[in-house]
Every structure is written in structure tokens, then in C-alpha cells.
T-cell receptor, first 115, second 109 residues
Framework: SAVISQKPSRDICQRGTSLTIQCQVDSQVTMMFWYRQQPGQSLTLIATANQGSEATYESGFVIDKFPISRPNLTFSTLTVSNMSPEDSSIYLC????????????FGEGSRLTVL | DAKTTQPPSMDCAEGRAANLPCNHSTISGNEYVYWYRQIHSQGPQYIIHGLKNNETNEMASLIITEDRKSSTLILPHATLRDTAVYYCIVRLGYSTLTFGKGTMLLVSP
């Protein structure tokens, strides 16, 4: 298994500001994923972050709004830029257990409220 | 990836078996069936996955029909801590996981 720590666990932010969420894993992993879970909804994949390459974004998500860094095999950040109340969500970091990326471990999430 | 259909909610008495159904009638031959659950205020947790054969681990059993168009996740002795949203996901090869709405399982005393 993998232990995933996310910071912050929750935050309240003002409209128009940006927030960076950190994800730290206790072991080296190739693939990391960032998901968003809006209130009362299911999870939506934002992007896949591989070390040493640009993140791959899903339809509806763009790098200018959600820039991602992946400086090494145990760490990634997701920035939510120029926030609006619609960005209020839980943001979850996940990692693949192994080559079979269907088995994912998830962090506890970062609950973001934008006023 | 094939689409899945799950009931929005189910109830189960504590100690009884919880049988959660999932329809995936458009599944292709090399797509796997995955189950995850999400307990309130936590990140999702992987439960089990399978291709054709029935699978069992320490958490649950997965029964896949012979035509692979549906499956059932079985929690043999449900406890209150099994109250969660259960997601059935069909995934092809190395594609990413797409979560649907899932089934809200409520286990009651």
C-alpha cells in the first residue's frame, strides 16, 4: 500500500486568488492522478502527472487553470488558479499501486471553499 | 470504456450479506470490472477487480456473470463501517479510472 499525505486538508479562499495543494507519497510512484469531487458529486479526473513530463489533462481542464508540478517520484502539486466559488470542491491526489493503474490509492483530499 | 449502471441506494442489516449489483452490458472482452468504495469524508478505497472469473479477497467477493454483462459485489457480513458509496467501474487496459455515481449503501443495526 501507499501512504498519501495532502496539504492543506481544508482551506477557505477568496475569489480571484490561487491555492496550491501538495501531495506527498511515502514511496516512489510513476503515475499520480488529480481528481476533483464537487459537492454531492462523484469524482472527476483532472489530470495525470508523470515525473519528467508535462501533465496530461482531461477534457474540460486546462493547464492555465490547474497547473501541476511533478518534480520527483514522491511529490506533486496542483494549483487552482484565479478561483471562483465554482471551484469549491474536494481535490484528491491518487497514485497507482503498480503497472496496473486500475488499483489506485487515494489521499484524504483537500476540501477547498471559495467565497 | 463501457458505461455502468448501479442502483442509487441500498439498505442492508448489520451482519447480513450486502449484494451490490452493477450492469455493464456494453463491456468489451478485455475490459476489467473494478469496485471502489468511498466512506464519508475519505478518499476512495480500492476493493477488488476481475475480468471473467469470480474473485475473492479479504474485503469482498466479486461475481461476474458468464456473459460479463453484469456483476455483483458481495460483502459477506456487512458492518456499520461498510456504510459508503460503492463505485463499479469498467476499465480498459491502462486507461484511467472513470467514476460514476455509485450506490450509497447504508448498513443499519
Amino acid at each position: 500500500s501507499a501512504v498519501i499525505s495532502q496539504k492543506p486538508s481544508r482551506d477557505i479562499c477568496q475569489r480571484g486568488t490561487s491555492l496550491t495543494i501538495q501531495c506527498q507519497v511515502d514511496s516512489q510512484v510513476t503515475m499520480m492522478f488529480w481528481y476533483r469531487q464537487q459537492p454531492g458529486q462523484s469524482l472527476t479526473l483532472i489530470a495525470t502527472a508523470n515525473q519528467g513530463s508535462e501533465a496530461t489533462y482531461e477534457s474540460g481542464f486546462v493547464i492555465d487553470k490547474f497547473p501541476i508540478s511533478r518534480p520527483n517520484l514522491t511529490f506533486s502539486t496542483l494549483t487552482v488558479s484565479n478561483m471562483s466559488p465554482e471551484d469549491s470542491s474536494i481535490y484528491l491526489c491518487s497514485v497507482a499501486r503498480g503497472p496496473n493503474t486500475g488499483e489506485l490509492f487515494f489521499g484524504e483530499g483537500s476540501r477547498l471553499t471559495v467565497l | 470504456d463501457a458505461k455502468t449502471t448501479q442502483p442509487p441506494s441500498m439498505d442492508c442489516a448489520e451482519g447480513r450479506a450486502a449484494n451490490l449489483p452493477c450492469n455493464h452490458s456494453t463491456i468489451s472482452g478485455n475490459e476489467y470490472v473494478y469496485w471502489y468504495r468511498q466512506i464519508h469524508s475519505q478518499g476512495p478505497q480500492y476493493i477488488i477487480h476481475g475480468l471473467k472469473n469470480n474473485e475473492t479477497n479479504e474485503m469482498a467477493s466479486l461475481i461476474i456473470t458468464e456473459d460479463r454483462k453484469s456483476s455483483t459485489l458481495i460483502l459477506p457480513h456487512a458492518t456499520l463501517r461498510d456504510t459508503a458509496v460503492y463505485y463499479c467501474i469498467v476499465r480498459l487496459g491502462y486507461s484511467t479510472l472513470t467514476f460514476g455515481k455509485g450506490t450509497m449503501l447504508l448498513v443499519s443495526p
